[in-house]
């Protein structure tokens, strides 16, 4: 209501404005305005008055018979379709998983059912098209019964031979959804998978104050509007991808005039990947919401969410359980072949933990606290912060050791920082007054950075000699700084040695390697997680003989594949599994293990976050960025920005990192990139000490002078006061307010300065 | 994935654009200069020497407008940032101000399908309606003032048709109007709509064929071919001072052309345009900014030299700062683009970082001359990224400015500017000799006394006998008499091949240590001419494919030459020509390190001697191989002709049939590798 009393006020506000412009005219009937979509890279205002939640399903109707009840919650049915209604006992909300009727909506038979339906399933047809199956299908057939605080419903979908059980139960203030492997019946192996709940809190257009949280980046927010942006849905695969199922038809032209290629180094432009299994809803801010985390079977979950104006009027979100894959069988070298799809179907547990949000949690960081405390409570969050600095944040520097190329006839490496380089910037930082680094080396491999992995050791000569190295290493390695060495555990290149060129890459489910190829220097592929395991296992000893107690572990935390070689299988799962253990033994041998984007199951074993994502997507239609990854890991692990060389404007940077709580990295090296023009790290723009220096320094000192007041404090509060003015609360009572706009912002007796921040103590706040 | 079909979806979503929408505009576009770091598409340029590098993203996404269009066609801002839009299946103009808001619509009445917009400095609007095929004048108010009809000037041809697209107006009125299918160029048009003449026709490429028939057929003949017409210009711009800007698709790099007052093109050729694009526009400071069908927007400095390309087009769910299918591209006096995408019924704006800023200062004064002042510019940009040869070169010119000729140097060679480096290198070497003029000449007399001294000694006492007497000797090895023959053979080709026909000297070890040689000088030209002179990128040589571009052809020739003078009674043997083929490289084996030595103090004002010595070998080189066929297969003259072109088709006939045989392996190959794939697949 507010809004459209605002959004009057604006046009006749406008007329006002109108009139002064050269284009005024009296009694211009035509005076409108159209929809500017400024940028989602920001979270807005909350509007927190006047919301009245009126929804129609939010009413329990006389079909549905309580099944369950806790203290919180309580659980209805209707046996006749299996709806479902959960109530809130603490705001009296009623959350239901799916329209009672479609009458009135915009659907069509299809989607009419999809909307009406608790489960739905996903077949393939003949042609390998995937086809939906609801409730409301002919020869569907379920048999409900309560169980012990919830309710069991044996669904069996005839047609296609299809069978399995839905669990529900109820908790404190939460329930499980769950379809245990077990109970899954495949008589003609068509299942594709299965959607539990896929309308769960769906809201029509704008209908209500409120929003759906996607763990995209950093987080993203879409709030329900009438906008209707959107012409696409957002589906990603939890962990990424499975590269076993792609099949990339290499296309000859591509990279010849305007192909991207790898240029993903100085901007994202893959959309970001799903590293955390989770995604909510938000029914009037601070008032209702619930928060699903996939329990189990995560590895093998689409997140699929649909805005509203998408197929159809409504937002909703859901998880997908996948349990087969349709891929390219290719039979020819011109890559002629067919689609099919997986014989064997994936074996998992699926479960879902869907927590109810009331009052002051019915927000995001509402949403990533509980999240934060479930990772504690499963032990996959520890307090990991190794940094013993008292005063000052760390800063990561990442040195680039060496690069090869070809020259006339053969390779050489160009050194661009070597040992000594790098130990007087080192020093020449001190000096300077930054004292608490994260040193990382990388490139300093025999052969320098590209076409080397999986190989580590030996070092390259013309860096250093091994004791270099090794007093490095030895120097560098206190309570302020920890100098790691860089390694990539997957990339395995074809002209590299240390591995097995059939037994230890991952194939396809096409029984093709998992192939990719890079400029200069050839063919790599990716290790399976066994080989991984074991190639680490196999070097440990040379990082002792070097002195290496430290390591950054780039790709393989990130990555997660299966392996299809005949006798020699991993699954998904399993790949967990083994890295699991991989990155167990490497917590227990290192001092310091820092790792690239960790997917969830890793965050346990990460002492640093690197390149934590600042940013979403930035989907059309996501409306805010949020910091809920940082929410989460503030205050366990330490976090740091992605490489800053890049980044178009350092001071916005630096405002950003201050607000997300993240410390600053940077890619340095001692002679000018301009070196590496015609080598596989051409993209390599900016990154001499000299150059940087300058900049490097002024944006730690701005950064350092807010975050060293919370360091390895949690985020427990977050609150957007104006536009583009952010309070960031803290556990020791310390609070940050950074201000983004071009003018200063006025708060509580002092001012936040334009393109400046705060820092207000618990004291200063009263 | 493909959800299920949405049968109602389109036809909702039409009716909704069509209500007036009226919407919160809580934050407007003008906010400041906030810039984002991850932006969905990555930038990059071509460097002078054609290689694509990354650069510093230049423009971010500040934000998308989207509105109740349908197919928009063109954009236009005027002076004070208003934003003009060509809507053309809504028979409109749409007229807002710069943050999208307080939007008023002109022409409702009167356009059928406007597709071009412009306004005049007097707030004019002019109106292309390719619908009607008329071109309207607007009042401020929207109130139509003038039309222009298809002019009746018999100069504007009796057939010509007046399909107006797009339109510019320069400063004295006159309005330039791109017809569609006119071949004869831009049609340009006074203040009251009479036809003055046709502007900057595009030229044809004839092929080898259309230029062989217009050679020999007949002028009823040709009349009765396929007409070939200049492609007709697709988009046009303006600059401040009236400069005509068109793009044209598909027409190779003709297709950004800025033009002068005669209608011809200024940019210099062979500059790498690849766009295939949508519209063309001009920024005050005369960039040029194009957007293509692959949504990446180009900028080019007014030279028409690429500063960076970035954008990108949505593959899937659209990011923001991503298009669907650009339409039109304007810019405004801040900087900021706004990309018109017909797809998606918006305008993205995209604004200028820190980065394209920089860029830009820099290049104001650099097109002044003041590349001094435009130092500390360049060098933020190298900051930022030290890959950008432009900014390198520039620094460069500073520094030779100031005479720093070494730093100069330098920064010459790393942006691989041949012509810059030769001046920096002359002032070094013209300084260098200043210098040491009097040094060498001191040298020399010094070394020509002690030669006199030595002679005297030599003479009276004989002191270098047993020196003499060893290289008499060693030059007495069969061996190395044979190899020091290559000498003789340059100054006496005639002689030195009977020789070599008659006494079976020189032997074929020497000729297979020639062809080492040969190989090993080979290599040495191409690592050690200097940088002047050295076209070769040294990252894509291999020892393999050098050796075999050298040795196959060579091998080659002596074979098919031998066969071939085997059947026309020539007498050459086999080892004859091996030996003479090799012997005939003599002058290219001697002379060529002393040139590739000489390339290294030569510049560009000496390149004549480096052309003519170049020049000189080779042609030495074809008179001894024509020599040596003659002497050993005791040929005539022309008959000497007729056999080596004859050999020479012979080795192309080798090659094709070589080729063709590799082809078909290639197919048996591919046949076995599917059957086994198929195999192991199925079964």
């Known amino acids: 209501m507010f809004k459209k009393i605002f959004a009057a006020l604006f046009i006749i506000y406008l007329c006002f404005v109108g009139s002064t412009s050269i284009y005024a005219q009296e009694g211009d009937s035509n005076v409108t305005s159209l929809r500017t979509l400024s940028s989602n890279n920001y979270t807005r205002v909350e509007n927190l008055s006047g919301t009245t939640i009126n929804n129609a399903n939010s009413v329990i109707g006389p079909n549905y018979q309580k099944m369950a009840e806790t203290k919180q919650l309580a659980l209805y049915v209707d046996k006749n379709n299996f709806s479902i209604k959960i109530q809130n006992k603490s705001t009296q909300y009623i959350w239901y998983s799916n329209l009672e009727s479609t009458e009135g909506e915009r659907l069509n038979t299809q989607w009419a059912d999809f909307a009406k339906s608790s489960i739905v399933v996903y077949y393939y047809d003949k042609d390998f098209n995937k086809k939906q199956m609801t409730l409301y299908d002919n020869n569907v057939t379920m048999k409900i019964e309560k169980i012990d605080n919830g309710v069991k419903n044996s669904v069996s979908f005839g047609d296609i031979g299809v069978s399995f059980d839905v669990k529900i139960t109820l908790y404190d203030d939460y329930f499980e959804a769950e379809v245990p492997s077990s109970s899954i019946t495949d008589k003609n192996g068509l299942l594709v998978s299965i959607e539990l709940f896929p309308f769960f809190g769906a809201v029509k257009d704008g209908q209500i104050n409120g929003y759906t949280f996607i763990p995209d980046g950093s987080g993203a927010l879409v709030r329900f509007t009438t906008d209707k942006i959107a012409d696409e849905a957002y589906i990603q695969r939890v962990y990424g991808s499975d590269e076993a199922f792609i099949e990339r038809l290499r296309t000859s032209g591509q990279s010849s005039t305007s192909g991207i290629g790898n240029d993903d180094l100085i901007s994202n432009i893959r959309p970001k990947k799903v590293s955390m299994p989770v995604y909510g809803m938000v029914h009037g801010v601070k008032q209702n919401g619930y928060v699903t985390m996939i329990q189990s079977g995560a590895e093998y979950a689409n997140i699929v969410f649909y805005p509203a104006g998408v197929s159809t009027d409504f937002n909703w979100i859901t998880t997908e359980f996948v349990y087969r894959e349709r891929y390219f069988q290719p039979i020819s070298k011109s890559m002629d072949g067919f689609l099919t799809y997986q014989s064997d179907k994936n074996d998992f547990d699926a479960r879902l933990k869907i927590v109810i949000l009331s009052k002051d949690d019915a927000d995001y960081v509402g949403m990533a606290r509980r999240y934060q405390r479930e990772l504690l409570d499963r032990g996959v969050l520890r307090d990991n912060i190794l940094d013993k600095d008292e005063v000052n944040i760390p800063v990561r520097v990442e040195f680039f050791g060496g690069e090869t190329k070809k020259v006339l006839f053969w390779n050489t490496v160009v050194p661009m920082t070597t040992v000594d380089e790098a130990a007087s910037i080192l020093a020449d930082l001190r000096r300077s007054g930054i004292k608490n680094l994260m040193i990382i080396y990388k490139g300093i491999t025999e052969d320098g950075f590209s076409g080397?992995?999986?190989?580590?050791?030996?070092?390259?000569?013309?860096?250093?000699?091994?004791?270099?190295?090794?007093?490095?290493?030895?120097?560098?390695?206190?309570?302020?700084?920890?100098?790691?060495?860089?390694?990539?555990?997957?990339?395995?290149?074809?002209?590299?040695?240390?591995?097995?060129?059939?037994?230890?890459?991952?194939?396809?489910?096409?029984?093709?390697?998992?192939?990719?190829?890079?400029?200069?220097?050839?063919?790599?592929?990716?290790?399976?997680?066994?080989?991984?395991?074991?190639?680490?296992?196999e070097n440990l000893k040379n990082f002792v003989d070097y002195n290496i107690s430290s390591i950054a572990v780039d790709v393989t935390p990130s990555l997660l594949t299966s392996t299809f070689l005949s006798g020699a299988k991993i699954t998904r799962s399993e790949s967990i599994e083994n890295y699991e253990s991989l990155f167990k033994r490497m917590s227990e041998s290192f001092k310091s293990v820092s790792l690239y984007q960790p997917n969830e199951y890793l965050f346990q074993y990460a002492n640093n976050y690197l390149d934590a994502p600042l940013y979403s997507s930035q989907y059309i239609f996501e409306t805010d960025t949020v910091p809920f990854l940082e929410i989460v890991l503030r205050g366990y692990v330490d976090m740091y920005s992605p490489l800053l060389n890049y980044s178009p404007d350092i001071e916005e940077e630096s405002l950003r990192m201050i607000e997300y709580g993240v410390y600053p990295s940077f890619l340095l090296t001692a002679q000018a990139p301009y070196l590496l023009i015609d080598t596989p790290s051409k993209n390599i723009i900016s990154s001499k000490y000299d150059d940087l220096k300058e900049s490097m320094i002024e944006q730690y000192k701005k950064v350092n002078n807010a975050l060293k007041y919370v360091k390895k404090q949690r985020i427990v509060s977050r609150e957007v006061l104006s536009d583009k003015v952010v309070r960031v609360g803290y556990s020791n009572g310390v609070s940050i307010i950074v201000n983004y706009t071009e003018s200063p912002f006025p708060y509580k007796g002092k001012v936040v300065n334009a393109r400046d921040y705060l820092v207000m103590t618990a004291g200063d706040e009263k | 994935m493909d959800k299920k079909p949405t049968v109602d979806n389109v036809s909702y979503t039409m009716a909704e654009n069509r209500k007036p929408i009226i919407l919160v505009l809580l934050v407007l576009l003008a906010i400041s200069s906030i810039a984002v770091a991850d932006t969905p598409y990555s930038a990059w340029t071509i460097n002078s020497d054609g290689k694509r590098v990354l650069t510093q993203i230049p423009y971010y996404p500040a934000g998308m407008i989207t509105g109740d269009f349908a197919g928009p066609q063109d954009i236009f801002i005027d002076a004070l940032g208003n934003i003009y839009i060509a809507d053309a299946w809504n028979s409109r103009i749409v007229i807002m101000d710069k943050?999208?808001?307080?939007?008023?619509?002109?022409?409702?009445?009167?356009?059928?399908?406007?597709?071009?917009?412009?306004?005049?400095?007097?707030?004019?609007?002019?109106?292309?309606?390719?619908?009607?095929?008329?071109?309207?004048?607007?009042?401020?108010?929207?109130?139509?003032?003038?039309?222009?009809?298809?002019?009746t000037s018999p100069l504007f041809g009796r057939n010509s048709k007046f399909k107006p697209q797009k339109l510019v107006v320069d400063k004295r009125g006159n309005v330039y109007v791109i017809s569609e299918g006119s071949v004869d160029g831009v049609i340009q048009l006074n203040n009251d709509g009479e036809f003055l003449g046709y502007f900057g026709v595009n030229t044809t490429n004839l092929g080898i064929l259309q230029v062989l028939q217009r050679m020999f057929y007949t002028e009823s003949q040709i009349s009765q071919l396929f007409k070939i017409t200049p492609p007709s210009p697709d988009n046009i711009a303006i600059d401040r001072n009236s400069i005509i800007y068109t793009y044209t698709r598909n027409a190779a790099d003709q297709n950004v052309k800025k033009l002068n007052v005669a209608g011809l093109d200024t940019l210099e050729k062979g500059k790498r345009f690849f766009p295939n694009g949508a519209d063309i526009t001009v920024d005050k400071n005369g960039n040029i900014f194009v957007v293509d069908d692959m949504g990446y927007i180009y900028e080019y400095d007014n030279f028409g030299d690429l500063l960076f390309v970035f954008g990108r087009k949505a593959d899937d769910t659209l990011r923001l700062g991503q298009l669907r299918s650009p339409s039109g591209i304007a810019v405004d006096d801040e900087g900021t683009l706004y990309v018109l995408d017909k797809e998606l019924n918006s305008i993205t704006v995209f604004k200028p970082t820190v980065y394209a800023n920089q860029v830009h200062e820099g290049l104001i004064l650099y097109n002044q001359g003041l590349y001094v002042e435009s130092q500390k510019n360049w060098e933020n940009v190298l900051r930022m990224n030290s890959n950008f040869l432009l900014a390198h070169k520039a620094i460069g010119k500073a520094y030779y400015k100031q005479q720093e000729y070494d730093k100069a140097l330098e920064e010459f060679r790393i942006s691989k500017d041949k012509k810059e480096y030769s001046n920096a290198f002359w002032e070094i070497r013209q300084a260098y000799l200043m210098e040491n003029a009097g040094n060498f000449i001191i040298l020399f007399i010094v070394l020509w006394l002690i030669y006199r001294i030595l002679r005297f000694f030599d003479r009276k006492y004989n002191t270098f006998h047993t020196i003499k007497a060893g290289f008499k000797r060693f030059f007495s090895i069969r061996l190395v008499n044979d190899l020091n023959k290559v000498f003789s053979f340059i100054a006496h080709p005639i002689d030195s091949?009977?020789?070599?026909?008659?006494?079976?000297?020189?032997?074929?070890?020497?000729?297979?240590?020639?062809?080492?040689?040969?190989?090993?000088?080979?290599?040495?030209?191409?690592?050690?001419?200097?940088?002047?002179?050295?076209?070769?990128?040294?990252?894509?040589?291999?020892?393999?494919?050098?050796?075999?571009?050298?040795?196959?052809?060579?091998?080659l020739w002596v074979v098919m030459n031998y066969l071939v003078g085997n059947i026309s009674d020539g007498e050459g043997r086999l080892k004859d020509l091996y030996v003479g083929t090799a012997y005939a490289f003599s002058p290219y084996i001697v002379f060529t390190i002393p040139l590739v030595l000489l390339s290294n103090v030569l510049t560009l004002n000496e390149a004549f001697i480096y052309q003519l010595g170049s020049v000189g070998i080779i042609f030495w080189c074809v008179v001894l191989i024509y020599t040596m066929i003659m002497q050993v297969h005791d040929y005539s003259f022309f008959g000497t002709l007729k056999n080596i072109l004859v050999t020479l088709f012979a080795m192309l006939i080798v090659g094709l049939v070589a080729f063709i045989l590799y082809v078909v392996w290639n197919q048996v190959y591919a046949f076995i590798y599917d059957i086994v794939q198929e195999v192991i697949t199925r079964v």
């Open chain 1, 452 to 537: 080397t992995f999986p190989q580590l050791f030996p070092l390259e000569k013309s860096l250093g000699s091994d004791s270099a190295f090794k007093d490095f290493f030895k120097v560098n390695n206190d309570n302020n700084s920890k100098a790691a060495l860089y390694v990539d555990l997957t990339t395995a290149y074809d002209r590299a040695k240390g591995f097995n060129h059939r037994y230890d890459i991952a194939y396809k489910i096409n029984k093709r390697p998992i192939q990719f190829s890079a400029n200069y220097v050839g063919d790599y592929f990716y290790l399976t997680s066994s080989a991984s395991l074991r190639i680490f296992n």
């Open chain 2, 497 to 555: 091949f009977y020789d070599l026909k008659w006494e079976n000297r020189p032997g074929p070890i020497a000729a297979t240590i020639l062809y080492i040689l040969l190989f090993l000088v080979q290599v040495f030209k191409i690592y050690y001419t200097g940088f002047i002179f050295n076209n070769v990128d040294l990252a894509n040589v291999s020892l393999l494919s050098e050796s075999l571009k050298l040795y196959i052809p060579i091998i």
């Open chain 2, 99 to 151: 943050n999208g808001a307080n939007v008023r619509y002109i022409g409702q009445d009167v356009l059928i399908e406007p597709t071009g917009v412009f306004v005049d400095e007097f707030g004019r609007i002019y109106v292309a309606d390719y619908g009607s095929e008329q071109v309207y004048v607007f009042e401020k108010d929207g109130n139509v003032l003038k039309t222009f009809e298809r002019p």
